[in-house]
């Protein structure tokens, strides 16, 4: 069992940054993927970006390269996903969610174990 918690969501301005972070718990988080993922209203849950929790491997969608970056925070023991220059459409609400690495399993896959309850993030023009 696998427990997640968002937070660092809010209302920002077209252009500005903002950081969600997520506290991960529970036994063997080692063999897992973290992974971010936004559902916007009206549409589907996607994926956004994933990490190894040893931190060594990242994976983004490909319109989110360059402008969101996933990280580990040891000290804090939290994932981490810094968004820059929001947009409108970033507009979401981001879930963070913990896969069992499997392979043939790619993280951008919504099959995801154990999710959080998410954090809305709303970017306004």
């Known amino acids: 069992q696998v427990h997640l918690v968002e937070s660092g969501g809010g209302l920002v301005h077209s252009g500005d940054s903002l950081r969600l972070s997520c506290v991960a718990s529970g036994h063997e988080l080692g063999s897992y993927i973290i992974g971010w993922f936004r559902q916007a209203p009206g549409k589907e849950r996607d994926f956004v970006a994933a990490i190894t929790y040893s931190g060594d491997k990242t994976w983004y969608e490909d319109s989110v390269k360059g402008r969101l970056t996933v990280s580990r925070d040891f000290g804090k023991n939290t994932v981490n996903l810094q968004m820059e220059s929001l947009r409108p459409e970033d507009t979401a609400v981001y879930y963070c969610?913990?896969?069992?690495?499997?392979?043939?399993?790619?993280?951008?896959?919504?099959?995801?174990?154990?999710w959080g309850e998410g954090t809305q993030v709303t970017v306004s023009s």
């Open positions: 969610a913990a896969q069992r690495a499997r392979p043939n399993l790619p993280p951008s896959s919504i099959l995801y174990d154990f």
